[in-house]
């Protein structure tokens, strides 16, 4: 008798751009095949959000929605929440549901455990609990961790600096029941894409010979665009030559857009909104920033070291293992204007060898790695649950 394919059920709060969108969707296109079967689940993409679900179908993937979600945890709405969910992996019965981010979390572990699945995973693509609430919703989201770490069989992190952040500063729970699993992604477009080859600039109306410095992401109070915008000044001031790109857009954008003018930057900062394809825009920067309170891995400085282009980041979260400790790129001070703004002059004045630090992103973050690393994790937690 042939043994039939293992079943995964992936649940993610919504497919956002971010990280975790193309994370989730390459690994269920990746794990279908004789072995493993794999389905998608998400919420819908709030107002203003940027949305990858074309990521997704890009990819052959096409997930099922359960709308509610995307919405932010409550106690009473999120009983039908896990209700749907319940109903969905009743239906499904799959061996293994593997979750990502914190609302997917909580409500889908929890409906795979009262719906009886043998294997419960969860993957902390960094946490909620600094620079995103207040004090007492921080503790909420700790003590719902902490409970729901209880029917967790494995919890994954893709750095080992969040894997500590989770035992010593958050005691969510045991450090052998964390595994770190470094990300994985589809990085060799941004490796093949020529350096300087100026598409992206001669689009944007950037001159080829411009010091070109750049930033990508959502505009929310945790990615601190502002401090990024206060550099920038700063750095105008030393290179009048210097031009800025921010790529994205979200609820603070107007906030941003009154800053700009305010400093006077208008003629010298573009924002682009959302961009599908940034592998000409990392290959025209000069430097990419990372001006953030707090981050787990961001895909965004995994892309741009694959591409070749140097990066300046703040030290936060999982930021200082990604750039061990600033051999792959420059750390500076969380908050810090004038330290982010001397580093990335730094790298203007002097741009360092990217070899070393591109190689280690194309091997490290690779998305069959990855999928390697999970059909065989998948595979031993289900051994183990059947000798039980």
């Known amino acids: 008798m042939t ?91 799959p061996d293994v549901v593997h979750t990502h981010t914190a609302k997917a979390g909580f409500v889908g572990r929890w409906a795979a455990k009262l719906a009886g699945v043998p294997v419960i995973v969860h993957t902390f693509h960094g946490h909620v609990f600094e620079g995103y609430f207040g004090p007492r919703k921080t503790q909420m989201f700790i003590g719902l961790e ?4 209880r029917i967790t069989d494995v919890i994954l992190t893709l750095t080992e600096g969040l894997r500590r952040e989770l035992v010593d500063k958050y005691h969510i729970t045991r450090p052998e029941r964390i595994t770190v699993l470094p990300l994985g992604l589809d990085l060799q477009p941004f490796a093949d894409t020529p350096r300087k080859s100026g598409v992206f600039r001669q689009a944007w109306g950037i001159a080829p010979d411009a010091p070109l410095v750049g930033i990508s992401g959502r505009f ?94 703040t030290r936060v979260g999982g930021l200082a293992d990604l750039l ?9 001070p969380s908050g810090d204007r004038d330290a982010l703004a001397a580093g990335v002059l730094a790298v203007l004045a002097e741009p360092p060898d990217t070899t070393d630090a591109q190689r280690a992103m194309l091997n490290r973050y690779g998305i069959d790695r990855l999928a390697a690393d999970l059909r065989a994790l998948y595979r031993a937690l289900l051994t183990k649950k059947r000798k039980q």
């Open 3 to 93: 043994e039939r394919p293992i079943k995964i059920l992936r649940i993610i709060a919504r497919l956002n751009i971010g990280g975790p969108a193309i994370h989730v969707s390459l690994l269920t296109a990746k794990l279908n095949d004789a072995e493993y079967q794999s389905m998608l689940v998400c919420g819908s993409i709030e107002p203003g959000e940027g949305d990858m679900s074309y990521y997704a179908e890009q990819h052959g993937v096409r997930p099922f929605i359960v709308p509610e979600l995307s919405r932010s945890l409550n106690p009473i709405r999120d009983l039908r929440t896990l209700w749907k969910l319940w109903r969905v992996i009743r239906r499904e019965k």
């Open 146 to 149: 902490r409970f729901t770490s």
């Open 324 to 332: 061990e400790g600033g051999r792959f790129g420059t750390l500076t």
């Open 220 to 313: 929310v109070t945790v990615k601190n665009h502002a401090l990024f915008v206060e550099a920038a000044a700063k750095i105008h001031a030393a290179r009048p030559d210097a031009r800025f790109v921010m790529i994205g857009d979200g609820e603070l954008r107007a906030q941003v857009e009154a800053q700009i003018d305010a400093l006077g930057l208008r003629e010298v900062v573009i924002i682009t909104g959302w961009l599908r394809d940034l592998t000409v825009a990392y290959a025209d920067m000069d430097v990419f920033v990372i001006s953030s309170v707090n981050e787990g891995t961001p895909v965004t400085i995994i892309e741009a070291l694959s591409a070749g282009c140097p990066v300046v980041a």
